[in-house]
């Protein structure tokens, strides 16, 4: 059965600083992994996709990246602001198409 | 194109009553997901549909129905509803055509409290 984990379960920290949040997931056949943010009270808003046969996707201050062999995938926030102040979660999606998610890290950037 | 709605955005509902949440998506998506958000649990599937007149068991789908007459609808029964189904509710929706990779768009949430 596949489980998904995301360590640190909550950050704080000082706006400008370069951040990484990690997910692992024990089985690695995988399809694609997606990374989503939620504001509190909101739905989920999708960062990046990465298909199982990339290492990794950017958009903007965000950089994914993957290695599906060792079962793990970082998010990378550049220059961090406190607009990027919300939970991320990351998901996996095997060939049965359903979503298995993490319960996601909390991150707070102070000014 | 407003993706994906949900409603109703909150709902209070007492023990045994009944309710239905609906999720409508204009991305002509095929495949359409229900789940369940609650504290220290993450997100959890529900029911799910791979197209039209489809439906399937998610991970928990105990106490819930579904059906997906049309093809941009997938509607969230609850018959009896009871205190344990207290939770926020998302509605998702995909693709699996060439360069979608599946990709899974939400809708807002419906926050239900049932007392």
């Known amino acids: 059965k596949q489980e998904v984990t995301q360590i640190p379960a909550a950050l704080s920290v000082p706006e400008g600083e370069n951040l990484v949040l990690n997910c692992s997931f024990t089985?690695?056949?995988?399809?694609?992994l997606q990374w989503f943010r939620q504001d509190p009270g909101k739905g989920l808003t999708s960062l990046l996709l990465?298909?199982?046969?990339?290492r990794e996707q950017t958009s903007g201050r965000l950089n994914a990246s993957l290695d599906k062999s060792s079962g793990r995938s970082t998010l990378y926030i550049a220059a961090s602001q406190p607009g990027d102040s919300a939970t991320y979660l990351c998901a996996v999606i095997g060939n049965t198409d359903k979503l298995i998610f993490g319960t996601g890290t909390r991150l707070q950037v102070f000014p | 194109n407003a993706g994906v709605t949900q409603t109703p955005k909150f709902r209070v509902l007492k023990t045994g009553q009944s309710m239905t949440l609906l999720c409508a998506q204009d991305?002509?998506?095929?495949?359409m997901y229900w789940y369940r958000q609650d504290p220290g649990m993450g997100l959890r599937l529900i029911h799910y549909?791979?197209?039209?007149?489809?439906?399937a068991k998610g991970e928990v789908p105990d106490g819930y129905n579904v059906s997906r007459l049309k093809k941009q609808n997938f509607l969230l029964g609850l018959e009896s509803a009871a205190p344990s189904q207290t939770s926020v509710y998302f509605c998702?929706?995909?693709?699996?055509?060439?360069?979608?990779?599946?990709?899974?768009?939400f809708g807002p949430g419906t926050r239900l409290t049932v007392l």
């Open positions: 089985d690695s056949a995988i399809y694609n």
């Open positions: 998702a929706s995909s693709d699996r055509l060439a360069g979608t990779y599946n990709e899974q768009f």
């Open positions: 990465i298909q199982s046969s990339q």
């Open positions: 549909s791979v197209g039209e007149g489809t439906t």
């Open positions: 991305m002509n998506h095929e495949y």
